[in-house]
């Protein structure tokens, strides 16, 4: 199977710098979303530390998976979804490090979302409200929880739906990579499928445009750029097409934060 992917990154409407960062790695198949929290600096400092150390660690792993390993936990390097949680939690480890060593930069965090492919399966890791969706043949699901406070009282029946899409706290969140010296990541495992389209977002888009919008963008038929053997343009959007579309429908309803999106199409 074939996977196609593409990022992209905006600022959005009210905010003056961006704090997401993104990354994609085609060679290691690792794909990666950050959306940093935390001072003048530190949410940009945050989150580009964390793609780049979650990088940096499953490269080492790949290259030699004996790597000496920089913590007490038992970690079974021979399993990829571990070799995952261990990269997410030695950038924990690291941002933890720095905002103590700085006070410039003290109590920044960053959320991730993950999906790291590898022989034919998908690894979804995710710490924070960064969500992950999944779109196969028009059917759209959401694959990460929130660790949010709104998400906690959302399914503990608290409030309502849509009183968790008004709600004055909904950016609140319970969990993330870098506050505390080591975290908690959520993972799940996935076969890959063709026509399995994945998403990996910030909640600069996911705020404000709700998954049904999502769902309309996100399954229209996928093609690449270029022309057809009649030199007519192509129909449909290329994983480009679909971010910019995802992007640019969130700056239409205000754009409040930044908005960040990677789409990973998969064919035959």
Known sequence: MKVNAYGLSDVGKKR??????FLLNEEIGLYLVADG?????????ASR?????????LKKLREDPESTLTTEDSV???????????AISVASARIFEQAARDPNLRGMGTTTVGLLIQDGKAYIAH???????????????????????????LQAGFISVKDARNH??????????????SVDTDLQV????????????????????????????????????????????????????????LIDAANK????????????????
């Open 168 to 181: 004055k706290f909904k950016n609140i969140i319970t969990r993330s990579v870098g506050f505390q010296e």
């Open 190 to 245: 996935r076969d890959l499928e063709p026509e399995d389209r994945y998403l990996l977002c910030t909640d600069g888009l996911t705020n404000l445009v709700d998954d049904e919008e999502i769902k309309k963008i996100l399954s229209r038929r996928v093609i690449h750029l270029g022309k057809s053997s009649k030199g007519d343009p192509p129909k449909g959007d290329s994983p480009r097409g679909i971010c910019e579309k």
């Open 49 to 57: 530390l964390a793609v780049t150390t979650i990088e940096e660690v």
């Open 76 to 86: 079974d390097t021979a399993d990829i979804g571990e070799r995952f949680k261990y």
């Open 37 to 45: 929290m935390g001072g003048h600096l530190g949410g940009e400092y």
């Open 253 to 268: 309803k205000g754009g409040d934060d930044n908005i960040t999106a990677i789409v990973i199409t998969v064919e035959e």
């Open 16 to 21: 003056e710098k961006n704090e997401d960062s």
């Open 127 to 153: 710490v924070g409200d960064s969500r992950a969706y999944l779109c196969h043949r028009s059917e759209i699901r959401q694959l990460t929880m929130d660790h949010s406070l709104v998400n906690e009282q």
